[in-house]
């Protein structure tokens, strides 16, 4: 399957570029795309960023495709989708577990839904860290025509399979830590990230 890294925000709460800050000498984001490479259903990765943004990842070695829209997340989604099924991350997410990925895929294909994403007990869920069909694209593209840009509404109105995180092996669960701020570094440094 074809793993996307979403890299289309503005990281306003970190102050400039956190997808390009080096960690351990590398940026950020070639920490999740990395790992997400590592998983071993994933056969290609691509970058799904803004046009902003586009021209600064291009050196890293992967392909950049440019999501038009500017309507957040769900744009990032759809925008991957017009490549065919994908799972998507965010390029903020530095530790994801490769096992972890490889069993959503395999859910994923077993189930033949639309979507499969984790969810939280609280009923969360982890629509950046999930398998999706490229016909889910259709219902992704009527939300954006309506100004409806929530990517778990649009997953929620969907037939779609949940994969309750309270069943998964505990140390999965790092797999969605994502640096929104300067003082989630603090946290990243101490997991002992490679
Ligand atoms: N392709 C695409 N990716 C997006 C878009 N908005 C956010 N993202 C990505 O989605 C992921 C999660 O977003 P956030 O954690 O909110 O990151 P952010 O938008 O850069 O940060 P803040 O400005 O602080 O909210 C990050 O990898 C972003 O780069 C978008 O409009 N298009
Ligand atoms: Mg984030």
Do not use: Q
Request: charged residues 25%; hydrophobic residues 45%.
């Amino acid at each position: 399957m074809l793993g996307a890294v979403l890299a289309g925000g503005r990281s306003r709460r970190f102050g400039d570029d956190k997808l390009l800050f080096r960690i351990e000498g590398r940026p950020l984001i070639l920490h999740a795309i990395e790992r997400l490479e590592s998983a071993s259903l994933i056969r290609e990765v691509v970058i799904v960023a803004s046009a902003d943004n586009a021209g600064k990842l291009g050196h890293l070695g992967y392909g950049v495709v440019v999501d038009e829209l500017s309507v957040g997340p769900i744009g990032g989604v759809y925008t991957a989708l017009g490549l065919g099924d994908a799972f998507v991350v965010a390029g903020d997410m530095p530790l994801i577990v490769p096992e972890f990925v490889d069993y959503i895929v395999r859910e994923f294909g077993k189930s033949g839904k639309a979507v499969c994403v984790p969810r939280w007990t609280n009923g969360y869920l982890e629509p950046l860290h999930a398998a999706y069909s490229k016909v889910f694209r259709r219902v992704l593209d009527e939300k954006i025509k309506i100004g409806e840009y929530s990517l778990n509404g649009a997953i929620r109105s969907a037939d779609a399979c949940y994969l309750d995180v309270d069943g998964l092996p505990f140390h999965w669960r790092e797999s969605f830590f994502n640096v929104n701020r300067r003082s989630d570094l603090r946290k990243l440094l101490k997991s002992g990230l490679k």
